[in-house]
């Protein structure tokens, strides 16, 4: 069945810094989406990326996917406490139901 | 509007007791999921349903049942509940593929 590898699966990194977090599918998807998990939280649907190639920014977050459309990025610019959290992606072939990654586990010390 | 409202937040079991975890959207989405989140683990899916009197095997059903009688409402019941249960348990809804999910704020069970 269809798999999603996120890696890595925790980061540590000081206020200030860049943070990026990678997502690699096993097939190629119709698209991904990706969540934020605060501590003691629930998922919160962040975005989706549909195209190959596309680009998607919000304020410091950068998303990418893949040429192939079987891989992705979530890049994080100057991290902030509050930007503490488990991120994750999830793929979706045509028609079909979301499979998530385990997550990568963003702490960030100020 | 609510979104996905989650009853209890919290519950503590014996060993072989019995629940049922409430799920309930105002969203008018049909697909309707059960995830369970072991610590500082990933999800992982139960149950879902792609509309009213249909439900579906996720990867991990055994210990678990569901129903969908309508589109709002779909309770997890927990039958002879066991210390490998303890989790939090999130339920999510959508209009379906591709849309995103809306989740809500989870039941931490812990079996005892």
């Known amino acids: 069945g269809q798999q999603v590898m996120q890696i890595p699966q925790y980061q540590h990194v000081q206020e200030g810094e860049d943070f990026t977090t990678y997502c690699n599918s096993s097939t190629t998807l119709s698209n991904i989406q990706w969540y934020k998990q605060r501590p003691g939280g629930h998922p919160v649907f962040l975005i989706q990326l549909v195209k190959s190639g596309e680009v998607k920014k919000q304020k410091r977050l950068t998303f990418q996917f893949g040429e192939a459309k079987k891989n992705s990025s979530l890049h994080i610019t100057a991290t902030q406490t509050t930007d503490v959290g488990t991120y994750f992606c999830?793929?979706?072939?045509?028609?079909?139901?979301?499979?998530f990654g385990e997550g990568t586990q963003l702490t960030v010390n100020p | 509007n609510a979104g996905v409202t989650q009853t209890p937040k919290f519950r503590i079991l014996k060993i072989g007791q019995s629940m049922t975890l409430q799920c309930a959207q105002d969203?008018?989405?049909?697909?309707m999921y059960w995830y369970r989140q072991d610590p500082g683990m990933g999800l992982k899916l139960i149950y879902y349903?792609?509309?009213?009197?249909?439900?579906d095997k996720g990867e991990v059903p055994n210990g678990y049942n569901v129903s969908r009688s309508t589109t709002e409402d779909f309770p997890l019941r927990l039958e002879l509940a066991a210390p490998s249960q303890t989790s939090v348990y999130f339920c999510?809804?959508?209009?379906?593929?591709?849309?995103?999910?809306?989740f809500g704020s989870g039941t931490r069970l812990t079996v005892v």
């Open positions: 999830a793929g979706q072939t045509s028609g079909s139901r979301l499979t």
């Open positions: 999510a809804s959508s209009h379906g593929p591709p849309y995103g999910y809306t």
């Open positions: 349903s792609v509309g009213a009197g249909i439900t």
């Open positions: 969203m008018n989405h049909n697909y």
